[in-house]
């Protein structure tokens, strides 16, 4: 994406909601807990999955300046975002944390975030958003892509193909 304003970054969650949504009614309510769409999880996983990763962007949006450390994650200090062990712990750890929710609970979450997401980039100065290095926990990315990135490119990077093999299987 090219991120050259905030209202790019802006049009960007907006159709990115809109694509979510979409895809909330290809798969439909009546499939979203039947298993197989990543390993063993269900549609409705991989939304808590993706809801606990965005909520993490969101946090982050939400706190510090740009010469302060990023707010901890609110996962046990030993996980490691770092690694691939650390990230399959977190993944774990979400799922854990959302297989008894119920679907409804779920689905209202991910809606709201993507609000929230919308709310917090608008609220932030433009400079703040494309000014790459200006937060030191970004590693010299600059924030709005990297939002974005974070956001829209996990879900179509990691797992919307498997998603849509799935529905496939499924008939969908």
């Not at 709201?112 to 590693?139: I, K, M, N, S, Y």
Request: avoid cysteine; hydrophobic fraction near 45%; charged fraction near 30%.
């Amino acid at each position: 994406m090219d991120a050259t304003s905030k209202d790019a970054l802006l049009a960007a969650i907006d159709a990115e909601r809109a694509g979510w949504e979409a895809l909330l009614t290809e798969v439909g309510a009546a499939r979203m807990e039947l298993p197989g769409v990543t390993g063993d999880w269900t549609f409705k996983d991989v939304v808590a999955h993706l809801n606990g990763w965005r909520e993490l962007t969101l946090v982050r949006l939400g706190r510090p300046g740009p010469d302060e450390p990023a707010p901890p994650a609110d996962w046990p200090d030993d996980f490691d975002e770092d690694t691939d062990a650390g990230i399959d712990r977190i993944n774990d750890w979400f799922w854990a944390r959302a297989k008894d929710r119920p679907l409804a609970d779920v689905l209202a979450e991910s809606r709201e975030q993507f609000r929230r997401l919308r709310d917090a980039v608008a609220a932030l100065p433009e400079a703040d958003l494309l000014t790459p290095g200006r937060f030191q926990w970004l590693g010299g990315e600059a924030l709005g892509p990297a939002v974005i990135g974070g956001t829209v490119g996990h879900l179509h990077d990691e797992h919307e193909p498997a998603i849509r093999a799935w529905l496939a299987q499924v008939g969908g």
